[in-house]
T-cell receptor
Framework: DTAVSQTPKYLVTQMGNDKSIKCEQN?????MYWYKQDSKKFLKIMFS???????INETVPNRFSPKSPDKAHLNLHINSLELGDSAVYFC????????????FGSGTRLTVV | GQQVMQIPQYQHVQEGEDFTTYCNSS?????IQWYKQRPGGHPVFLIQ?????EVKKQKRLTFQFGEAKKNSSLHITATQTTDVGTYFC??????????FGKGTKLSVIP
């Protein structure tokens, strides 16, 4: 019954590795997002994506790339992981962009060692 | 770019006391949303305000949207330990994406 599900919940990996985080929503929403929450709890938008448009936050390194096989999935792929990538990554979805409440997944805690 | 400032960053209250967090935008907002994140949890949508001067209540929580649609507040009456968490406002101006404030972390001392 989980509305927005992310896997894995925890991810520990070495610097330089490539990893992916998966996200699926069963709400029928047409827009999905990736957020990064750092140790100070700041929520920063990384990407928003619907069937028509991918919007990338210009501060996100191009090592991060979203991949959407279909409307219900938005995966996050990260190349050449760095120590500074350690954070909690949240997937979210909404019926439209900005005019409706977001439903967040439970988060993926990424630790780069 | 659009900025949403939220204060205070931290607030410690005795159980039963009231709590307020404030959100200010540098630009006029089309709407503002509020979220609560429990410790170790994920943000959960509480409410959205759209109209100038709008006030909405959810039990002990009162949400306000300023007349100029540039500020908002969340007030909790008689806090309980279940209110502990970080409260985020998030505003959208025009076609810009939703921008989150930095949050107010509420601690309630029993």
């Amino acid at each position: 019954d989980t509305a927005v599900s992310q896997t894995p919940k925890y991810l520990v990996t070495q610097m330089g590795n490539d990893k992916s985080i998966k996200c699926e929503q069963n709400l029928g929403h047409d827009t999905m997002y990736w957020y990064k929450q750092d140790s100070k709890k700041f929520l920063k938008i990384m990407f928003s994506y619907n069937n028509k448009e991918l919007i990338i936050n210009e501060t996100v390194p191009n090592r991060f790339s979203p991949k959407s096989p279909d409307k219900a999935h938005l995966n996050l792929h990260i190349n050449s992981l760095e120590l500074g990538d350690s954070a909690v990554y949240f997937c979210a979805s909404s019926r439209g962009e900005g005019n409706y409440g977001y439903t967040f997944g439970s988060g993926t805690r990424l630790t780069v060692v | 770019g659009q900025q949403v400032m939220q204060i205070p960053q931290y607030q410690h209250v005795q159980e039963g006391e009231d709590f307020t967090t404030y959100c200010n935008s540098s630009t006029t907002l089309s709407n503002i949303q509020w979220y609560k994140q429990r410790p170790g949890g994920h943000p959960v949508f509480l409410i959205q305000l759209v109209k100038s001067g709008e006030v909405k209540k959810q039990k002990r929580l009162t949400f306000q949207f300023g007349e100029a649609k540039k500020n908002s507040s969340l007030h909790i009456t008689a806090t309980q330990t279940t209110d502990v968490g970080t409260y985020f406002c998030a505003g959208r101006a025009g076609s810009y994406q939703l921008t989150f404030g930095k949050g107010t972390k509420l601690s309630v001392i029993p």
